[in-house]
């Protein structure tokens, strides 16, 4: 995230919390936004009410907060200062990110490795490379949400407690699509309800899901099935499998099928990651749904990526 500090934020704040924010910003990876003149006094705070570690990892990342670029600005989420409570504010710089999944036993080392075939992407390689750090350093953590069902519950009750109002800001919400097609299932409009401020399968749109812009919560909905369909059946071959017997021999889109997990040669969900030890920036690329976002065109996993990077 970047903290943007304007006038007033040394107005409303003391200088020992001004010291706290540069500190907590600078140990989980944040970037400050300010005028020179601001970056005097933020440094005076930090000498008088930081202990000699804190100076030293404030000290070390001053000349990272001097190299904000464009794709920095337009990609991370801005926060300004002033507009929060001090508790709050400390709490957006504090809490690691939190990648909120169905199911994080079989699903998070899929995202995490996913992460780091991204790095070397020529469109946002950049993004991706902080978003890697951020999960090596334990910024950014995959939440268990115990299918989507219990999704809205969680995110209320953990609003009002560990992450008092900062969960829109800080986590990313993904789910199954489950459908045989691309259209929006229709078991969920109280989650999509909740998560996109009153609008249903019915009227959702694209636009609204596949966006870097969001009302309320950051969310995501896979576009084919469920992320078992973005392998190819290389993966499952290098795993052991048979593809002609997890995946069923009807008309459905290879997208959308549901994978055979009952009966002899099921897939089993723990070797969910293992699939994704073979593959590539480019395997996960062929044939993926592109999205028009903010005048760019990005794959969905450029733009999936994007969103979580959103958040740390």
Known sequence: MILKIEDSFFGKFSDADIADFCYYAAEHGHFIDCEPQHKVRLKKCVAKHCGTNQKKVFMYALNRFT???????????TINGSAY??????????????????NKMYEGPVYKRMIGSYKHDRQYGNMYTLLEIACNKG????????????????????????????VKQKFCTLMDRDMKSAILPDNRDPLFG???GGKN???LAD???????FPLYIWHLWYKRAIENYFPDSSYVTCSYNPIVIWPADPTDRNYKK??????????????????????????????????????????????????????
């Open 259 to 312: 994978i055979v997990d009952k009966g002899k040669g099921r897939f089993h969900k723990e070797d969910l990651p293992k699939l994704a030890n073979s593959m590539s920036r480019y395997d996960y690329e062929n044939g993926l749904q592109h999205f028009i976002v903010n005048g760019q065109d990005m794959s969905e996993l450029q733009l999936f990526l994007l969103k979580i990077v959103k958040i740390i």
């Open 67 to 77: 190299h904000l670029t464009d794709e920095h600005r337009i990609y991370l989420t």
């Open 85 to 102: 409570a001090a508790d709050i504010l400390k709490s957006l710089l504090q809490k690691p990110a939190r990648l909120l999944l169905e």
């Open 139 to 166: 910024w950014l953590e995959f939440a268990n949400g115990g299918g989507y069902g219990g999704f809205e519950e969680y995110l209320k009750s953990i609003n009002n407690g560990e992450y008092k109002d900062i």
């Open 201 to 203: 399968h019915h009227t």
């Open 207 to 213: 636009s609204d899901i596949y966006t870097l812009t």
């Open 194 to 196: 909740f998560l996109s």
